[in-house]
């Protein structure tokens, strides 16, 4: 397997990045529901910190993720899809990335702006470069539901187009992206 992106599969470094960023997503969306239902206290808090903590390496996550994606080629969308398909792909990619942006800026926008501060897994404050604005939190959280509850429609339509190309189209879109056994 290669570091980088082929004209026919992903590397490992993408490989990397889908999979890293979905288990983390995963887990962030997670531990979002179980602190949304408690009640107020010591470990809903502790639970929102690291969220937000997680949060700020997720974007970091995502940042690199995009430069990668932006010196690489892009493997070829198989010839099963016509131009409509590709151009729905093409589109529900870019509204995906978006939304993972969106996450976390709009997490650190509402947080600052709502004046309740990020600390980094208890290791430093991070820096707040936001006046303290309730209407800007209000709107950062409309942002975050609105992004959450698009990743949450999205992330399943993602794996059945996959599974969709894999078990009736038999081409190799979802094979390019799974990782590889030392054996094959």
Request: positive net charge; glycine residues 4%; proline residues 4%.
């Amino acid at each position: 397997m290669t570091i980088k992106n082929t004209l026919s599969e992903y590397g490992s470094v993408t490989k990397f990045f889908h999979w890293g960023i979905f288990i983390i997503f995963v887990c962030m969306f997670i531990i979002a529901e179980i602190m949304m239902d408690m009640d107020k206290g010591p470990d809903k808090w502790q639970l929102y910190g690291l969220h937000k903590s997680t949060g700020l390496i997720v974007f970091f996550i995502i940042l690199a993720r995009i430069l990668w994606k932006l010196v690489n080629i892009a493997p070829v969308l198989p010839n099963t899809m016509n131009s409509k398909q590709k151009m729905i792909a093409h589109t529900m990619h870019f509204i995906l990335y978006i939304c993972m942006l969106a996450l976390p800026i709009s997490g650190y926008v509402m947080s600052m702006a709502g004046d309740y501060g990020i600390s980094f897994y208890g290791l430093f404050d991070v820096v707040n470069v936001l006046p303290i604005n309730k209407q800007l939190a209000d709107i950062a959280h409309e942002i975050h539901e609105i992004a959450a509850t698009a990743i949450y429609i999205l992330i399943p339509l993602h794996i059945a187009a996959a599974v969709y190309h894999h078990r009736v189209l038999k081409d190799n879109l979802l094979t390019r992206m799974m990782p590889k056994r030392k054996d094959s």
